[in-house]
């Protein structure tokens, strides 16, 4: 008798859906999903539910459509691997991780703390600990000098000795070590321990801009897009200060041509920076990494 009823009450809900009222069918897959244990799991599928349905309405999406964007995935998983990610690169392409970390900031920029930007990619594992002063560069490492001095603050501007500053950058020819068997391991890449006054620098060699892996699936929706696959040249940093939350940033040359168009759009507002001329064939390039008190939590660190 109850599993009679059981069998019933399972086939009475899709039967009992209109055919041609997309407004049941999405209260249909809301409903499904409404016994969803973890609220914030929950709250996410039901609003990804809602905006995929409406995203399908509103370009009346073809079944063939729908099954090239599967394709899609399926070939963004294979195209990943210990050292791609497509996946990172589609939410970067479209705008979303610069959307989610502005957003996770919004409260510190509003005081004044220093705009974050993509990890991307790149940031490696024990990259080397460097004193103050020194190069990031391997002697042979061709390109205009670059000295940077940095200063780390709390949002207050207390200055925070013993801070923790990584930096890595790509080559003056857009290739990070990694990628070019021509560069020392770990060339251009540093750790740097903040001074009794949160004072840092070193000197390198002025980045090029370089451009995003486009072998795989988005590679070919740029294409398709006819977009541009290029960064403006950039410094990356992830700060760590005891008592404060983890900042991930890059600033950018504003000279460069690509300055406006990054593809993966991190080079925002204050972060865009001129390399000052020293007069001597060499740039500098001072910045102040301001972060906000909080909870110490590091980023996932993509490569070994
Ligand atoms: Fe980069």
Not at 170 to 198: C, H, I, K, W
Not at 211 to 217: A, E, I, L, R, S
Request: glycine share 10%; hydrophobic share 40%; with cysteine.
């Amino acid at each position: 008798m109850m599993a009679a009823a059981a069998v019933n009450t399972h086939a009475a809900a899709p039967s009992g859906l209109s055919a041609s009222d997309p407004a049941e069918l999405l209260a249909a897959v809301l409903r499904a999903n409404a016994g969803t244990p973890n609220a914030r799991l929950k709250q996410v599928m039901d609003a990804l539910i809602r905006h995929a349905h409406a995203f399908a309405l509103e370009v009346d999406l073809t079944s063939a459509e729908l099954d090239l964007g599967m394709d899609f995935l399926v070939r963004m998983g294979q195209a990943s691997g210990p050292h791609k990610n497509e996946g990172i690169l589609l939410a970067d392409i479209l705008g979303l991780a610069t959307l989610a970390q502005l957003r996770g900031a919004r409260e510190a920029l509003a005081q004044g703390g220093t705009e974050p930007a993509l990890v991307g990619p790149f940031w490696r594992a024990h990259q080397p600990v460097r004193a103050n002063g020194e190069s990031i560069a391997a002697s042979d490492t061709p390109g205009a000098p670059l000295h940077v001095r940095g200063r780390v603050c709390s949002l207050d501007g207390t200055p925070l000795a013993g801070a923790r500053v990584e930096t890595w950058q790509a080559s003056p020819q857009g290739l990070y070590e990694n990628q070019d068997p021509e560069q020392e391991d770990m060339n251009l890449r540093g750790v740097f321990l903040t001074d009794a006054e949160g004072g840092f620098h070193f000197h390198s060699v002025r980045p090029a801009g370089y451009p995003v892996p486009v072998d795989g699936p988005c590679g070919e929706l740029l294409a398709a897009q006819g977009r541009g696959i290029m960064r403006p040249a950039h410094l990356h940093f992830i700060v760590v200060a005891d008592g404060h939350k983890v900042l991930a940033t890059q600033y950018f040359d504003i000279e460069d041509p690509h300055a406006h168009e990054d593809v993966v759009f991190g080079a925002v507002g204050s972060l865009l920076r001129r390399f000052e001329p020293d007069g001597r064939g060499g740039f500098g390039l001072d910045i102040e990494l301001r972060v906000e008190p909080g909870e110490t939590r590091l980023p996932h660190c993509p490569l070994p």
